[in-house]
């Protein structure tokens, strides 16, 4: 179960992560940001995983919301 648990955070902050990573590599980047990236894993990686992860969910809304109204021939909202 902890290993569940562990692959949820670790799925969770991958957003984070890769953009520490990037940062990362770019040392005037974090120099010019003033930024001390280790992990991505604090309350800042938490708030910018938790955005990429709904604008994520919502572009796919979006997306299945458009097939489902072309399957159906129509606006879904139209009665």
Not at 18 to 39: E, G, M, V
Request: charged share 20%; hydrophobic share 45%.
């Amino acid at each position: 179960m902890s290993d569940l648990l562990e692959w949820l955070q670790f799925l969770y902050y991958l957003p984070a992560r890769f953009a520490t990573l990037a940062i990362d590599r770019s040392s005037t980047l974090s120099k010019f940001l003033d930024l001390n990236c280790d992990t991505g894993m604090h309350w800042g990686g938490a708030i910018f995983s938790g955005v990429v992860w709904l604008v994520i969910f919502g572009l796919i809304s979006l997306a299945w919301g458009d097939s489902s109204a072309r399957k159906r021939g129509g606006d879904a909202g139209r009665p």
